[in-house]
């Protein structure tokens, strides 16, 4: 069974950084998409920022800027570099792979495994 994991959530004030860290247990990990996802008390699950196996990043336009995702193959991790952050970004962050090539990284649907989601905080 599939483990994915994620690390880093935690409180911040308004403007502060924070970077979040996932990891998967799948066999080659350098073929899998990977994605961001939170979700907010209240609200829908929502997309952040994706990358793909050739390193091609993608973003939602409220977080460009400010956010940056990296992967590193050969510590099999991928990261969330959370900049300038705002009371708005509090939420529940969900770390996802999805085993294909290309695709929808935008959608929920496109990814195979999920990991429990870290808890992001942003007072004002």
């Not at 069974?1 to 247990?25: F, I, K, Y």
């Not at 460009?64 to 509090?90: A, I, W």
């Amino acid at each position: 069974q599939v483990q994915v994991d994620e690390s880093g959530g935690g409180s911040v004030q308004a403007g502060g950084s924070l970077r979040l860290s996932c990891t998967g247990s799948v066999r080659v990990f350098d073929r899998y998409g990977m994605g961001w996802f939170r979700q907010a008390p209240g609200k829908e699950r929502e997309f952040v920022a994706a990358i793909d196996w050739r390193h091609t990043t993608y973003y939602q336009d409220s977080v460009k800027g400010r956010f940056t995702v990296s992967r590193d193959n050969d510590k099999r991790m991928m990261y969330l570099q959370m900049n300038s952050l705002k009371t708005e970004d509090t939420a529940v962050y969900f770390c996802a792979l999805a085993s294909i090539y290309s695709g929808d990284f935008y959608r929920a649907s496109t990814y195979d495994y999920w990991g429990q989601g870290t808890h992001v905080t942003v007072s004002s």
